[in-house]
């Protein structure tokens, strides 16, 4: 009978913590995606975890830090992917997941649990961190890469004869796939939308944040307020974008030898030290100039 009873009281209490998930997630509005991108596979298979977190603690973010965190967004160019609320709620389910998946392997192999769970979580929250400097970082070596190729094509297009804007279009119409290219077409698109041409292209700095991009668009509102021609202008600084680049791997290929001095000293020069030891002392066993008497009392002299 008693056993029938805990079985009871079992059973009724997984249907209530069934029942106050069910509630939860059945109260969380469905988010309209038409118009916005498809979020990275990490953020997908927790998506109704974020929707949940957004939806009952998104209004504690305040908006000096919704600002600031849709800034960062938008120079990694996942706006139209994630929210401000999302991104933090994404920090809260990685570190919630990672200390629990910690903590459960540290109960089966034994250990420190808890404190192997904190730090998890409190690596778990940083992650997302990680993801969007990482991929601000290869979006902004992307832009620099293709500038001054994009630069030159808006020049020839000028110097033939047409404005900067068909000299955007053209030069999203000849050119591949690239975080530039996509660039311009939110500024062309801004353009056909009834803004200013110095406003769209503000907000191009603003959401490249990269000081190439922004000298590049200094130049051209500079050059559009006092009536100056934009090809001789467009084509200096193509130029110096290039000798930027050249400087710029120069700086990497320098860099190269120091930070290969660290893993050649803890790693790699100790075991050639070992193996070139091993060999030497080999060789001088073999030739009679040592015997094994003195490193086996070597090795034993602490115990005796």
Do not use: C
């Amino acid at each position: 009978m008693s056993v029938l009873i805990i079985s009871l009281l079992f059973g009724g209490f997984v249907a209530m913590i069934v029942w106050q998930g069910y509630s939860i997630f059945h109260h969380v509005p469905v988010e309209d995606r038409h118009f916005m991108d498809r979020p990275a596979l990490g953020f997908r298979l927790v998506w109704p975890l974020i929707l949940a977190l957004v939806f009952y603690a998104g209004h504690l973010m305040s908006e000096t830090q919704v600002q600031l965190t849709l800034a960062r967004l938008k120079r990694a160019g996942v706006e139209y992917s994630l929210s401000p609320q999302q991104f933090l709620a994404s920090k809260l389910v990685a570190a919630m997941f990672s200390g629990l998946l910690v903590a459960l392997m540290g109960m089966h192999i034994g250990g420190a649990t808890y404190i192997m769970g904190f730090l998890a979580a409190i690596g778990g929250f940083f992650y997302p961190e990680l993801w969007l400097r990482e991929l601000t970082q290869t979006r902004s070596t992307a832009i620099l890469r293709t500038l001054p190729f994009y630069l030159d094509v808006i020049t020839l297009s000028v110097e033939a004869g047409t404005n900067l804007t068909g000299g955007l279009t053209q030069a999203v119409q000849k050119t591949g796939d690239t975080p530039l290219r996509r660039e311009f077409s939110r500024v062309l698109r801004d353009i056909r939308s009834g803004k200013t041409r110095a406003d769209a292209l503000r907000d191009l700095s603003d959401r490249t944040g990269s000081p190439a991009v922004n000298n590049v668009v200094a130049g051209l509102i500079q050059a559009e307020r006092t009536g100056s021609s934009l090809g001789p202008i467009l084509r200096a600084q193509a130029n110096q974008l290039r000798s930027q680049r050249f400087q710029l791997a120069e700086k990497k290929a320098m860099e190269a030898p120091v930070k290969l001095l660290a893993p050649l000293v803890m790693f790699i020069f100790p075991t050639t030290a070992l193996v070139i030891g091993f060999i030497l002392l080999s060789k001088a066993i073999q030739e009679g100039l040592l015997t094994w008497g003195p490193l086996v009392w070597a090795y034993t002299w602490p115990a005796q």
